[in-house]
């Protein structure tokens, strides 16, 4: 149960041109009669409501927020009240370029949404209870990432692909990381006992495990291959099983590092097939198609490459322009930010980055609270205003998803990882 909610919390958060936090809808578009000290933010005129704030931290903080320190609330509260702002922001300019999806592009996106947190619909239903969130709430949310993915697949579409030249560059100064890993090529046949939306027929541990048995028996007899694709429940199975190349550590952590010692020893042939192995909960039969002994250097013509290379430039480019079309869209939107402000009016009261709602109101968790913030108040008022600072302009970096120059070490992690798995 615990897995399956972090799992849930992880899923209903979107990162694409900017984060959208899932079970987050703005208000009406007349916002509340009476706003007051509920609204904590507009955008454009548009009200951003601190019960959205308060719904957004309830969901990250997977029912923990009450072990947050006063300080650690507040900050949280200005980063996801920022992102927010930042969501509005983009979603305004989605209507603009008419990019807001039908109802049918909704429902499709949820019904994606719900395999991927796995269990049933009672299952579904509960965690979105337990994060403060109803289906409509997460539909209004859903609405506005993909609103906002099509509003960037539009301003980016225009992007050209890069010269040979530049392919080369590329490569040339990255050489290192174009190493395909001591390692193995495996396929695989997957049954989940879960529904798992796979197009699989077994929704439990019993369905499963006669499953599995059954393809181990048609193993004997039928090509592995045409099995997975028959058969499997992962997304592998459109390939064949085929799971690319991993590496010898990638194998250690996805599986275990006897089921690694086993596939990189000699005594285990390629070609080989064995399992099934209970996995994570799921039921796994593995072949050996291939074993890399050591490290083997790649070049432009080793398959797939320069295909890597040509999409790793195309991306950075789309993420620098989606980048910089969102640092516009913000310069222009008129923002008043009235959470940042009661901070700024009161540096000695955390409370005031703290509202009462109604899922806390009842609590003792705001007295609480304030008796700390008044007794740490003094020695962290000029820390908090630090962290606030840099928190606001870490969300801004993470909503865009962008990688600069700085990020190159990273991009060239991913380029490994896929280098290795071509």
């Given amino acids: 149960m615990r897995n399956l909610n972090r799992k849930f919390v992880a899923v209903v958060l979107f990162t694409l041109g900017t984060l959208i936090l899932a079970g987050c809808p703005a208000a009406g578009p007349g916002g509340p009669e009476n706003a007051g000290d509920q609204t ?13 704030v308060e719904r957004a931290i309830k969901a990250m903080a997977q029912g923990q927020e009450t072990r947050l320190s006063p300080m650690e609330l507040a900050q949280a509260r200005l980063q996801v009240l920022q992102q927010l702002i930042q969501q509005e922001v983009m979603f305004q300019k989605a209507a603009k370029e008419e990019t ?9 996106e949820l019904t994606k949404l719900k395999r991927q947190a796995g269990g049933s619909e009672e299952d579904f239903a ?34 050209k ?53 059954e393809i181990g028996q048609q193993l004997q ?64 039969i593995l072949k050996l198609k291939n074993r890399i002994e050591k490290d083997e250097s790649l070049t432009l013509e080793s398959p797939g490459v320069k295909q890597q290379v040509t999409d790793t430039l195309v991306n950075n480019r789309k993420q620098l322009l989606a980048a910089s079309y969102q640092a516009i869209a913000m310069n222009e939107a008129k923002v008043i930010n009235f959470l940042a402000q009661k901070v700024v009016d009161n540096p000695n009261e955390l409370s005031g980055a703290r509202p009462v709602t109604p899922e806390t109101k009842d609590g003792d968790s705001n007295s609480n609270t304030e008796s700390k913030a008044n007794a740490d108040s003094n020695a962290n008022s000029n820390s908090a205003a630090n962290s606030n600072s840099g928190a606001s302009d870490n969300s801004a970096k993470d909503a865009s998803n962008t990688e600069s120059s700085e990020e190159k070490s990273d991009e060239k992690k991913d380029e490994d990882t896929d280098g290795a798995k071509n």
């Avoid at 904590?40 to 959205?52: D, S």
């Avoid at 001591?182 to 439990?204: C, F, K, M, S, Y």
């Avoid at 499997?232 to 590496?247: F, V, Y």
């Fill in 126 to 159: 509960k965690r979105l209870k337990e994060t403060g969130q109803t289906e409509e709430t997460l539909k209004e949310s859903l609405k506005k990432e993909i609103a906002t993915r099509k509003l960037v697949e539009k301003i980016t579409g225009n992007i």
């Fill in 221 to 284: 007899s039928v090509d592995f291959a045409t099995v997975a694709r028959e058969k499997s429940e992962d997304p592998s199975a459109i390939r064949g099983g085929d799971l690319g190349n991993i590496s010898e550590e990638d194998l250690k952590q996805a599986f275990s590092p006897q089921l690694a010692a086993g596939f990189m020893s000699e005594q285990f042939k390629v070609g080989q097939v064995a399992g099934p192995f209970n996995i994570q909960g799921k039921y796994y």
């Fill in 40 to 52: 904590a933010a507009t955008v454009n005129g548009k009200p951003i409501m601190l019960e959205e």
């Fill in 100 to 108: 807001i999806p039908s109802d049918d592009e909704v429902n499709t």
């Fill in 161 to 213: 692909q890069p010269t040979d030249a530049e392919i080369q560059g590329f490569y040339s100064g990255n050489k290192e990381f174009f190493v395909k890993k001591r390692g193995v090529e495996l396929a695989a046949i997957v049954v989940d006992p879960r529904d798992n939306g796979q197009g699989d027929t077994t929704t439990n541990e019993a369905e499963a495990s006669a499953r599995i048995k």
